[in-house]
């Protein structure tokens, strides 16, 4: 394990200075919250909106198998964000931070007179060579996922719902579930533990964070392997508990910010996954194959071509990696 | 001299990986860059935003005396910037980013509703122990500062004028020094090679970069070092070509954005710093002293307290460290 990386200068001068363990190297990572791309002042407590501007940067970190360490926070705050939400949404970053022992030591305020624009960097410590990346699946390796997916699409298809109506597809009432996909969409937990497992005992050939949904996720894995796919969706993990099976499945399939970890096993390592990392669930749902293209077996157990839907956030605009 | 950071993965996974060379620490900076707030479409080309955007980042390294190595480029991109200003932005950020050797490593886009909001993280390195601080400043240090001072904001005030008309004090016709002030405030440069010079032969005890000018970065410095100051205006470097001499003074002191630096001196260490270094000026302007007020002598020859004028760039909305 990485030593503690370490602050030798924080927050107050030009810049910080952090050491990094020797024998690592660092993972560096960074992404954009807008309000009204990604968040919005009528759906999102401020809290939520602290905790998923840093969730979005560690769950990168996580994916790369590294230990977070130090995070940057730039910051242009709308005239309509009072201090009282200023508050609300350092104390989410804070408590998220405190919890990854991830320590911030820079970033820029400024105000901004529109709307609210977010960028968090994260930088975090990986032993050399250990770093999971997306290029490394072979064919007949093992597909993996962890946690529900879906889950937090359809937090959020709840709390854009009209007062007093259920999301098209949905048949069951609220209840525990419910509030599960709702904390799911407002507070996602980067797998940050799980990656460290499976780059420390170097388990997986490749790895991405589902951010974008599982089929876009799944392209962008084969094309950096240069490989194929074949899923079940009678394997998939989702919330089929809420929502109609076909309703869930294209939620897992399409929905964003599940932030769990999509990852390929050599077959003969398969065997040393565990169905549980933490109380996480690691379910496999597929096999990596030498034809590049992807393939779903419905839930009617008939194979179908799988095309790399886009995910959207709130379906108004795009936001992708830079530049 | 550092090593080269190396890029051991660049832009394309979720994260990049880098690496820090043995015995160096890394300097972390993170600067925001909002249309409206510190660039304007209309007076700004382009290649300016791109340019100034990755400058006030690589500014913090030079005065903390590291070596620039790496940036993470977010951007927020407005629907009134088309496809040809984004690639003259990319052309100014990256022509700096190549001439000071700084590898782009990640970063974010996303499309804005509103305005562009662009926020640059760079990370440098400094050999351990080596670094200059804000604290450092002792009684009886030499005090002095790079370049000429209140040339960009002299530049802006031009760029801002009424057509046809010269800003409110200046004396000459436009030239070759109007020329000079314009490209200072559009194209600053980052003064790397100064700080590692002084950070290398440990000359100076502590610095900082003026980007909020000249009366509020000097009070930032004391108030870092628990001391005051004296500084002579008859000393200062300033513009006064161009201008009356009170109004150029009043550049000097209030005018932001000028990124040269100002660094204090052991006094018996003085005599090492040269007239010029790589063709920039090195003026010392006064000294550090005991007791923390801060002086100033007059153009007349008489002291008067210096208080800390706050800079506002476009004297619309403020900009300050995070958080």
């Given at each position: 394990?990485?030593?503690?990386?370490l602050?030798?200068?924080?927050?107050?001068?030009?810049?910080?200075?952090?050491?990094?363990?020797?024998?690592?190297?660092?993972?560096?990572?960074?992404?954009?919250?807008?309000?009204?791309?990604?968040?919005?002042?009528?759906?999102?407590?401020?809290?939520?909106?602290?905790?998923?501007?840093?969730?979005?940067?560690?769950?990168?970190?996580?994916?790369?198998?590294?230990?977070?360490?130090?995070?940057?926070?730039?910051?242009?705050?709308?005239?309509r964000?009072?201090?009282?939400?200023?508050?609300?949404?350092?104390?989410?970053?804070?408590?998220?931070?405190?919890?990854?022992?991830?320590?911030?030591?820079?970033?820029d305020?400024?105000?901004?007179?529109?709307?609210?624009?977010?960028?968090?960097?994260?930088?975090?410590?990986?032993?050399?060579?250990?770093?999971?990346?997306?290029?490394?699946?072979?064919?007949?390796?093992?597909i993996f996922?962890?946690?529900?997916?879906?889950?937090?699409?359809?937090?959020?298809?709840?709390?854009?719902?009209?007062?007093?109506l259920?999301p098209?597809?949905?048949?069951?009432?609220?209840?525990?579930?419910?509030?599960?996909?709702?904390?799911?969409?407002?507070?996602?937990?980067?797998?940050?533990?799980?990656?460290?497992?499976?780059?420390?005992?170097?388990?997986?050939?490749?790895?991405?964070?589902?951010?974008?949904?599982?089929?876009?996720?799944?392209?962008?894995?084969?094309?950096a392997?240069?490989?194929?796919?074949?899923?079940?969706?009678?394997?998939?993990?989702?919330?089929?508990?809420?929502?109609?099976?076909?309703?869930?499945?294209?939620?897992?399939?399409?929905?964003?910010?599940?932030?769990?970890?999509?990852?390929?096993?050599?077959?003969?390592?398969?065997?040393?996954?565990?169905?549980?990392?933490?109380?996480?669930?690691?379910?496999?749902?597929?096999?990596?194959?030498?034809?590049?293209?992807?393939w779903?077996?419905?839930?009617?157990?008939?194979?179908?071509?799988?095309?790399?839907?886009?995910?959207?956030?709130?379906?108004?605009?795009?936001?992708?990696?830079?530049?």
């Open positions: 394990m990485p030593g503690r990386g602050v030798t200068l924080g927050i107050g001068d030009d810049a910080s200075l952090v050491r990094v363990a020797p024998g690592c190297e660092l993972v560096l990572t960074a992404d954009l919250l807008l309000e009204g791309v990604h968040f919005d002042f009528a759906l999102h407590p401020a809290e939520s909106a602290g905790h998923r501007a840093l969730a979005r940067s560690l769950s990168d970190v996580a994916a790369m198998g590294g230990t977070p360490r130090f995070a940057l926070l730039s910051l242009a705050v709308s005239p964000a009072g201090r009282a939400w200023a508050e609300a949404f350092y104390r989410g970053f804070f408590r998220l931070a405190r919890r990854f022992r991830t320590t911030l030591v820079g970033g305020t400024a105000v901004s007179r529109t709307r609210m624009f977010i960028d968090v960097v994260a930088a975090g410590e990986v032993e050399r060579g250990h770093a999971l990346r997306r290029c490394g699946a072979r064919p007949g390796d093992a996922v962890s946690g529900q997916l879906g889950l937090a699409a359809l937090g959020l298809r709840w709390l854009q719902r009209p007062r007093g259920a098209r597809g949905h048949v069951r009432p609220p209840g525990r579930n419910l509030a599960l996909a709702l904390h799911k969409h407002l507070y996602p937990e980067p797998r940050c533990a799980l990656g460290r497992f499976l780059s420390r005992r170097k388990l997986a050939s490749a790895a991405i964070d589902l951010s974008d949904g599982l089929a876009s996720d799944l392209a962008r894995l084969c094309q392997s240069g490989v194929g796919a074949t899923i079940d969706a009678r394997l998939i993990p989702f919330p089929g508990v809420l929502v109609r099976p076909t309703e869930a499945l294209r939620l897992a399939l399409e929905g964003g910010e599940d932030y769990e970890l999509l990852f390929t096993v050599p077959s003969r390592q398969a065997k040393r996954i565990p169905p549980k990392y933490q109380g996480v669930p690691l379910t496999q749902i597929g096999v990596i194959t030498l034809k590049k293209q992807r779903l077996i419905g839930l009617d157990g008939r194979a179908k071509p799988l095309a790399a839907a886009g995910y959207d956030h709130f379906a108004r605009a795009s936001s992708r990696r830079a530049p």
